[in-house]
C-alpha cells in the first residue's frame, strides 16, 4: 500500500517545492504544528523529493526512487518512530532491537496509512539516538544523499536528562554529513532542549482548513463514513485530520458525558465535585480526552448559535451577549488545554475538579 495523499497544505508544498527546486531546503529542518494535521506525512513528501531522481522540486511519483519511497522501502530513507523501550541490557543488542522495532512500526504504518496517535509509552530511547547516529554516517546507498526523518521529536528521552543521548543527537546536528538532510517533526518547539531546537529550521505547519478535512473525510476512510458522522468529525477535528480520523473514544459516550458535566457545573461545586470525583482515576484515559473533546464541541456551537443570534454584531447594546461570548472563548481555551494534558500522566479527578472550578464563572 503506498502513502496517502496530502490533504489541505497546498500554499506549505508550494513553498516547500520552490526551497527544494532551487536547492534552499535546510539541511537540519523543524516541521512544528498541533497534533494530527500531518507533519510526518509533509517530511515523507520533502523526503520524497529530495531523493526524486529528477530532482524537479516535487517528488515525480513515477521514478524508480519516488516509487520506493511511496512504498516506504527507500534504503536512503530513514524514519524513526516512537517505539517502546527496547528490553536487551546489552548496549549493541539494544541498538539490534531497536532497529527491529523501528522496522516493525514503520511496516505497521506502510500496511494502516491512516495511523493513530503512538503508544502513550512509545519513545526514542538512546539507543534510537545511537541508531540514527549510525545511520547518519552510512553512505547513501542509491543517489547523493539521504533523508533522515525523526517524529514526535519531543519523545527523546534527552528531555529526561540523559547527557549522552543529548550529547550523540547534538554532534550530529552540529555537523550533519552534506549528503543528509535531518527531518525533526514537533507540536511546540518548546518540546525540545533548547540546544537542539537552536540547530534546527522550524517549518510551520498550519491545521487543515475544514474543506480539506471533509474531502479528506469522505475520500480516504474504508468502510466509507455517513454524511453525519463525517460533518461532526469536521467539527471535532478543529483542522486535525489525525483527531478525525481518532477520534479519542466512543463518540456518543463522550457527547452524553461532556452534557452531563456542563450541567453539573452549571449547578454549582456540590454537584461538580461529584461527578469529578466519579471519574474513574487512571483507567479509560481515552474517554476522559473524548469528553473533554466533546465539551469543547458543545461549548463551541454555543458561541456559533450566540454569535447568529447577532450576540456582538453591530456594536450596540449586545455587552452581555459580548462578555458572554468571551466567557465562552476562554472556557473552550480552558478545555483544550485540560485536553492537551489528559494524553500525559495526569489524574482525571483532579484535573476534571480543576477546570470546572476555572469554568463556573465562565459558562
Ligand atoms: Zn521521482
Known amino acids: 500500500m503506498s ?36 507533519k510526518q506525512r509533509l517530511a515523507l513528501w520533502i523526503a520524497t523529493a529530495l531523493l526524486c531522481d529528477t530532482h524537479g522540486g516535487a517528488g515525480c511519483g513515477e521514478c524508480e526512487s519516488c516509487r520506493m519511497a511511496g512504498r516506504l522501502a527507500h534504503p536512503d530513507l530513514h524514519w524513526f518512530l516512537p517505539i517502546l523501550r527496547p528490553k ?23 500496511n494502516k ?28 546507498f542509491r543517489g547523493s ?10 519523545r527523546l528521552v534527552v528531555q529526561e536528562a540523559s547527557q549522552e543521548a543529548a550529547n550523540a543527537l547534538l554532534k550530529v546536528l552540529e555537523e ?27 517549518i510551520r505547519v498550519p491545521r487543515v482548513p475544514d474543506d480539506a478535512v471533509r474531502a479528506f473525510l469522505r475520500r480516504e476512510p474504508n468502510p466509507p463514513l455517513d454524511s453525519d458522522t463525517v460533518e461532526r468529525r469536521v467539527a471535532l477535528a478543529q483542522g486535525s485530520i489525525g483527531r478525525a480520523i481518532w477520534p479519542a473514544g466512543d463518540e456518543q459516550a463522550a457527547a452524553r458525558n461532556a452534557e452531563a458535566l456542563l450541567s453539573a457545573i452549571r449547578a454549582g461545586p456540590a454537584r461538580w465535585s461529584a461527578t469529578a470525583l466519579a471519574q474513574p482515576p487512571w483507567a479509560a484515559r ?39 461570548l468571551r466567557h465562552r472563548l476562554d472556557a473552550v481555551q480552558r478545555v483544550e488545554e485540560a485536553r492537551a494534558s489528559a494524553g500525559g500522566n495526569v489524574n482525571p479527578q483532579l484535573t476534571l475538579a480543576a477546570l470546572a472550578h476555572e469554568l463556573e464563572p465562565l459558562v
Open 88 to 110: 536487551a541490557s546489552d548496549r549493541v543488542k539494544q541498538v539490534e532491537e531497536t532497529q527491529t522495532l523501528i522496522g516493525e512500526a514503520v511496516a505497521e504504518r506502510r
Open 286 to 324: 481515552g474517554g476522559f480526552a473524548a469528553m473533554l473533546d466533546e465539551l469543547a464541541i458543545v461549548l463551541r456551537r454555543e458561541i456559533a448559535d450566540g454569535a447568529e443570534r447577532g450576540g456582538g454584531g453591530d456594536g450596540g447594546g449586545g455587552g452581555g451577549d459580548t462578555g458572554r
Open 113 to 140: 496509512p491512516l495511523y493513530g496517535p503512538p503508544d502513550a509509552l512509545a519513545s526514542h530511547p538512546l539507543a534510537s539516538i545511537r541508531l540514527l547516529h549510525r545511520v547518519v554516517g552510512l553512505t547513501p
Open 3 to 38: 502513502l496517502r495523499s496530502i490533504y489541505g497544505h497546498d500554499p506549505l508544498l508550494h513553498r516547500l517545492e520552490g526551497a527544494i527546486a532551487s536547492g534552499r531546503f535546510p539541511q537540519a529542518a523543524l516541521l512544528v504544528g498541533p497534533p494530527g494535521v500531518g
Open 176 to 202: 550533519p554529513p552534506n549528503n543528509t538532510t535531518l527531518i525533526l517533526t514537533v507540536v511546540k518547539r518548546a518540546g525540545l532542549l533548547p540546544t537542539v531546537r537552536s540547530r534546527l529550521v522550524p
Open 145 to 154: 544523499r539521504k533523508v533522515v526523518i525523526l517524529g514526535d521529536a519531543e
